[in-house]
C-alpha cells in the first residue's frame, strides 16, 4: 500500500472488516480533515467510501481497495477495460462536480480498484469546493496547462483534463514524468506517436485528445465521458484510419463526413439507441444507466425506459433499482405497486425502510403500527440512520433513555439524531448532564440545518446573556415560530438590540400566525397596553382568548382583567378560564368566584 503524499495509509479491521486507516503526515492535518469532510459528504460507487474517523490523533477509516491502484495494473489491461476504467472515473467525478467538488489531484495513483476492477476515486486532501479560492495542491506532472499559470484557476474541466492524461498513460503504459501539461497535446500526436499511436482505438484517442485540449472550455464535461463505461464501442485502430482523422481536423469536408459515418465518435454515438447494447450485464450499471434516462443526464428524459431498466437491474437483484420503482409508483399515487417494489427488497434496509413507511401511513396496504416498528427496527439494526435515529425517539418517548442514547449515537449521519443526543445531554436523560456537550451537539446540527437546534444554540446564547450570538443564531432561523417569539422578545426587551416595540409586535405577529401561544399572549399584552401599537382591548381580549383555548394560565388571568376593564365587570362566560385564573392568583376571578359563585356560571 503506498504512501501518500498527506498522509501515513494502512490496513486494518474496523468492526469485522477490511479497510484503510489514513493518519496525516505532520503538518498534513488540514489536508487530512478537509479529505473527511468531502468523504463524509460523498456517496458513489465509484468514489472510495467513508466509513468512520477518529481524533486525537485523527485517523480517517475507509473502504478497502482489495485491487491496488490503476498504475499498477495498466500493463495488463485489454482496451475495452481502459475505456470502461476511463468512463468510471469520469462517472465519479461528474458526481463530484454536481455536488460541487473538484478533485484536483486525479492520476493513476488516486484511482484505486477492486478486485472486478472497479473505479474508485480516492485521495481528497487536495480536493476543492468550486467556489474557493484557496491555491490547489495538486501533483505538478498531472496538472491541466491553466493551473501552472495560476493554482486558484480550478474548475471541473481542470480535472478532465488531468483524466485525460490518465487515459494518455494506460495508452502509453508510461507516466508524464517529462511531458508537461503545457505540450502533452504535442507530445500525443507527434514524438508520443511511435508508443500509441499504432494501436490506440480511435475513439480512445480522440476522447483522450478533446480531455487535454490546452482551452478548458473546449473540454467535455465528466458526465459526458462518463458513458464511456457502457462500452464497449472500440471501431478501429488509429493505424488504419489516422489519415481519415488527420485530413478531417485540417478542415476536409468529405473527410470529416466519412470521419462521422464511419468512426463514430462519443458525442456521436452517446445518443445511440444501440447504446443498450453496450451496456455491461451488471445489474448496477443498468440500474445507473436507468438513472441517466430518468434525469435526462446524456439521454432525453424518458420515464418508460427508465423503468425498463431498473426492472432488468431488479431482475438481477439490484435493491436500488427496485427502490427506484417503488419510488416512481409512489409519487404516481400507484401505492400497492409501490409496496410490492419495496415488499421485493425488505431484507435490505432502505427497502424494509420504505415498507415501514406503508405500513404507517396505509400507503396499498392496511394501517400497521406494529408492522411498521418492526420495518424500521429491521432497517434500523442494519445500518439504516434514519430508522436508528427514528427508534431513538421511540424509545425515548417510552422513557427508555439509555436505548434512546444508544440509538442516536449509531445515527449520527442523521443531523435531527445529532440534536436528540444534544438533548439528551442537556437533559441528563440517560448519562450525567453535560451543557458543554449538549451544546457542541447543537452547533453541530445547526450546521446541518436543524432549525431546532439553531434555536437551542440562540437560546443557550440567551440564557449566557450573550444576545448579539443569540440574535445571530434566532436570525438563521428565523422562520420557527419560536424563534421568532424570541427575536419579538429580544426587540421588546432591548436585549443586544435597541429597544423597538414595532418590530417586537411584528416578530410577535409572525409567530402568533403559526400558533406560538406565548406570542399570542404578548399581543395581548401590546394591544392591551398600546405598546408598538394603538391601544385596543378588543384585539387583546382576541389574543388573550387564543392563547387560553390553549390552556396558557396567565392568558386567562389576562383575559378575565381585560373583559372586567372593558365591559365595567361583566362576568366572563368560560368555567376553564376562571379556573386557570383562579389557580394562577387572580383577584378577578377570585372576587367573581366569592360574589356570585361558580355553580351560577355558563358553560
Known sequence: MKPGRQGKVYPAVWKGQRVVKKEPL????????????????????????????????????????????????????????????????????????????????????????????????????????????????GTLRWMAPELLEDLTKYTPKSDVYSLGLVMWAMASGKQPTDVTGRNINRYVLSRGRKDILDNVPLEYLRTMQICCDQEPERRPAAIKLSLMKYGPRLKMPISAHFLIFRLAREGDLEMQIKLKTETPFFDDYKMAPEIDLAVNSDAMDLFELGNKYFQGLGFPKDLSKAMELWQKAADQGCEEASISMSSVYFGFKEFKRAKECAQQVSRCPKGSSFLGWFYKEGYGVEKNEGEAHRCFYMAAIEGHSECQARMGVSSYKRGNYAK????????????????????????????????????????????????????????????????????????????????????????????????????????????????????????????????????????????????????????????????????????????????????????????????QGMDDLSD
Request: charged share 30%.
Open 404 to 595: 434512546a442514547v444508544k440509538w442516536y449515537r449509531m445515527a449520527l449521519e442523521v443531523p435531527a439524531a445529532i440534536y436528540n443526543l444534544g438533548m439528551m445531554y442537556y437533559e441528563g436523560h440517560g448519562m450525567a448532564r453535560d451543557c458543554t456537550e449538549a451544546e457542541r451537539l447543537f452547533r453541530e446540527a445547526a450546521d446541518h440545518g436543524v432549525v431546532s437546534a439553531m434555536r437551542a444554540m440562540s437560546i443557550t446564547y440567551f440564557k449566557k446573556k450573550d444576545y448579539a450570538r443569540a440574535m445571530e443564531w434566532a436570525l438563521k432561523a428565523e422562520d420557527d415560530p419560536d424563534v421568532q417569539n424570541i427575536i419579538g422578545c429580544m426587540y421588546y426587551s432591548g436585549l443586544g438590540v435597541p429597544v423597538n416595540t414595532a418590530l417586537a409586535l411584528k416578530w410577535f405577529q409572525r409567530s402568533a400566525d403559526k400558533g406560538n401561544v406565548h406570542s399570542e399572549h404578548a399581543l395581548g399584552k401590546m394591544n392591551k397596553m398600546g405598546y408598538g401599537t394603538k391601544m385596543d382591548l378588543d384585539k387583546a381580549i382576541e389574543y388573550f382568548r387564543k392563547a387560553d383555548a390553549q390552556g396558557y394560565a396567565e392568558a386567562a388571568c389576562d383575559l378575565v382583567e381585560c373583559i372586567q376593564e372593558k365591559d365595567g365587570g361583566k362576568i366572563p362566560a368560560n368555567r376553564e378560564t376562571l379556573w386557570r385564573a383562579m389557580e394562577l392568583g387572580s383577584a378577578e376571578a377570585k372576587a367573581i368566584r366569592i360574589f
Open 26 to 137: 505532520k503538518g498534513q492535518e488540514d489536508a487530512i480533515s478537509r479529505e473527511i469532510k468531502f468523504l463524509k459528504h460523498l456517496v458513489d460507487r465509484h468514489i472510495i467510501q467513508y466509513y468512520a474517523d477518529e481524533e486525537d490523533p485523527l485517523v480517517l477509516i475507509m473502504e478497502y481497495a482489495e485491487g491496488g491502484d490503476l498504475e499498477s495494473v495498466i500493463p495488463r489491461l485489454e482496451w475495452e477495460e481502459k475505456e470502461r476504467i476511463a468512463g468510471e472515473i469520469a462517472h465519479g467525478l461528474s458526481y463530484m462536480h454536481s455536488e460541487g467538488i473538484i478533485h484536483c489531484d486525479i492520476k493513476t495513483e488516486n484511482v484505486l480498484l477492486t478486485k472486478q476492477l472497479e473505479v474508485k476515486l480516492c485521495d481528497l486532501g487536495s480536493a476543492r469546493s468550486i467556489t474557493d479560492t484557496e491555491p490547489c495542491q
